[in-house]
């Protein structure tokens, strides 16, 4: 009997795209059935011999991993936008396809993005915290409280605007925002692509910052959604918050290490900037109660949520699916990285 093709998933999927994988009779599907991490030394075990593996942003895909598979591996599908947890060099040199699900989360991760920065602005969290410990008896009506920034007549600083830069932009526009300028690897150059055809037709300004300095010191809000690489590793900095408004938010749906946590714990402390929207955060998920960050009354943090309403966390399984079958058979996937 001929051997099956080995396959490796490391999380248990959503109904409609594990059914689809299921259907696979010809594969041997080796799978970490769990909503839980899969363990690395499993990983490392089963990915032996594997063709295909399955991962998502939590699985580092590195040599290690490579080599543990070995030389028939033909495609690594990512259950992500985010792509740093692949060293695609490694598989590059090694003629591995990259399949990602950079399209299907955009209005979800859009939309959690408008809600970081209205909860940013408004004192949501401090608000909320104060009415469930009971304080609201202590804090009655007063025309000062808990009042913060207004989202209207904003200057909105983008650092990387991709999809969901140019999607936030566009949930952004009815709100009166005044202006918005980004920050791309290009600096000062216009972006490539107008990918909801809004760039042109807006009717405010939307124009290249020259560099971060510009973005930091114009902006009412600065989104952070470009991805983790060494140059934007901290490339929000206690430099960068001393050049930012004092009334200005920050939010990052992108990745933690893009702004520098102790920074941004200073920053706040000391009412450089106004207050903080954070769906990650650096070396997520470990973050104890008593971390520094969590006793800044004007910083929001989400469990990294962005993409996660219903719909788009099926659309991911699905599309992930389809990349890795798309992978073993030499087709085209929904979405591949140009390695
Ligand atoms: O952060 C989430 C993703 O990369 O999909």
């Known amino acids: 009997m001929a051997q099956r093709t080995k396959v490796v998933v490391t999380r248990q999927l959503i109904d409609e795209a594990q059914r689809l994988l299921d259907t696979n009779t010809d594969l041997e599907i080796v799978q970490w059935h769990s909503s839980n991490p899969c363990d690395r030394s499993w990983l490392l075990e089963h990915a032996k011999g594997a063709t295909g593996v399955l991962v998502m942003l939590s699985d580092k895909v590195d ?33 591995i396809r990259l399949g990602y699900t950079p399209t299907c989360l955009t209005d979800a991760v859009a939309d959690l993005t408008v809600m970081l920065i209205l909860m940013a602005q408004r004192r949501a969290g401090e608000s909320m915290g104060k009415v469930l410990a009971g304080e609201w008896p202590q804090m009655p009506w007063h025309p000062l409280l808990m009042t913060g920034p207004q989202i209207s007549r904003s200057t909105v600083g983008f650092l990387g605007f991709g999809r969901i830069g140019q999607a936030t932009l566009k949930r952004l526009l009815p709100f009166g925002i005044s202006r918005a300028i980004y920050l791309t690897s290009k600096p000062g150059e216009p972006v490539q692509e107008d990918h909801f055809g809004i760039i042109k037709e807006a009717a405010i300004p939307i124009e290249p910052a020259k560099n971060w300095e510009q973005l930091a010191s114009e902006s009412d809000i600065v989104v952070v959604g470009c991805a983790l690489t060494p140059s934007t590793k901290h490339l929000v ?103």
């Open 63 to 95: 040599e290690e991993l490579l080599q543990a598979a070995g030389a028939q591996l033909k495609v690594i599908a990512s259950f992500s936008v985010g792509t740093d947890h692949v060293d695609r060099e490694a598989l590059k040199k090694r003629n």
């Open 237 to 339: 900095s206690t430099e960068f918050f001393s050049k930012m408004k004092k009334r200005a938010v920050i939010v990052n749906i992108a990745r933690g290490p893009i702004i520098d946590t102790n920074a941004l714990v200073e920053a706040l402390a000391q009412e450089k900037i106004f207050g903080a929207g954070l769906d990650v955060i650096e070396n997520e998920p470990n973050i104890s109660a008593d971390h520094p960050l969590l006793k800044q009354p004007r910083c929001v943090l989400v469990p990294h949520i962005g993409s996660a309403t219903i719909e788009t966390r099926e659309q991911m399984a699905t599309e992930s699916v389809k990349n890795l079958l798309a992978g073993l058979k030499d087709e085209a996937m929904v979405n591949e990285v140009e390695l």
